[in-house]
C-alpha cells in the first residue's frame, strides 16, 4: 500500500514562495510518476504538474508554467513543488497524487493514490 503525506502549505502574501513537499510511503517510488494537483472551493480538481519516475520530464498547467517547479528525489521518496510569485488565484487545497508507470497523466482519473491535501492561501 502507498501513503502520500504532503507539508509546506500556508499563509503567504501575493508575490511571495512556498515550497510544498509530499512524502511517498511505500516501495518503488522510482516506478511512480507524481503529480500535484489543485482544487479551490466551488471548483473542480485541476492539474498542475507533474513529473516523470526518472525525473527527466515535467509538464505544467499554463496557470503556473513559469512560476511553479516540480522536482524529485528519489533517494528521498519526495517530490516537491515550488512555488514562486503566487497570486490570490493560487489559493486551493493541494494535493500530490501517484500513477504507477511510464506516463505522465495531466487527468485525476489516471493516478493511483492521493495525499490528504494541504491548503495554501495567498492574500493579496
Known amino acids: 500500500q502507498v501513503q502520500l503525506v504532503?507539508?509546506?502549505?500556508?499563509?503567504?502574501q501575493a508575490g511571495?514562495?512556498?515550497?510544498?513537499?509530499?512524502v511517498f510511503v511505500g516501495r518503488s517510488f522510482g516506478?511512480?510518476?507524481?503529480?500535484?494537483?489543485?482544487?479551490?472551493?466551488?471548483?473542480?480538481?485541476?492539474f498542475v504538474a507533474v513529473i516523470r519516475?526518472?525525473?527527466?520530464s515535467t509538464n505544467y498547467a499554463d496557470s503556473v508554467k513559469g512560476?511553479?517547479?516540480?522536482s524529485r528525489d528519489n533517494r528521498k521518496?519526495?517530490?516537491y513543488l515550488q512555488m514562486n510569485s503566487?497570486?490570490?488565484e493560487d489559493t486551493a487545497a493541494y494535493y500530490c497524487a501517484a500513477d504507477l508507470g511510464w506516463r505522465m497523466p495531466t487527468m485525476s482519473s489516471d493516478y493511483d493514490y492521493w495525499g490528504q491535501g494541504i491548503?495554501?492561501?495567498v492574500s493579496s
Request: hydrophobic fraction near 30%.
Open 16 to 22: 511571495g514562495s512556498l515550497r510544498l513537499s509530499c
Open 77 to 79: 521518496n519526495t517530490v
Open 53 to 56: 519516475w526518472s525525473g527527466d
Open 31 to 46: 516506478d511512480y510518476a507524481m503529480g500535484w494537483f489543485r482544487q479551490a472551493p466551488g471548483k473542480e480538481r485541476e
Open 6 to 12: 504532503e507539508s509546506g502549505g500556508g499563509l503567504v
Open 119 to 121: 491548503q495554501v492561501t
Open 67 to 70: 512560476r511553479f517547479t516540480i
Open 86 to 88: 503566487l497570486k490570490p
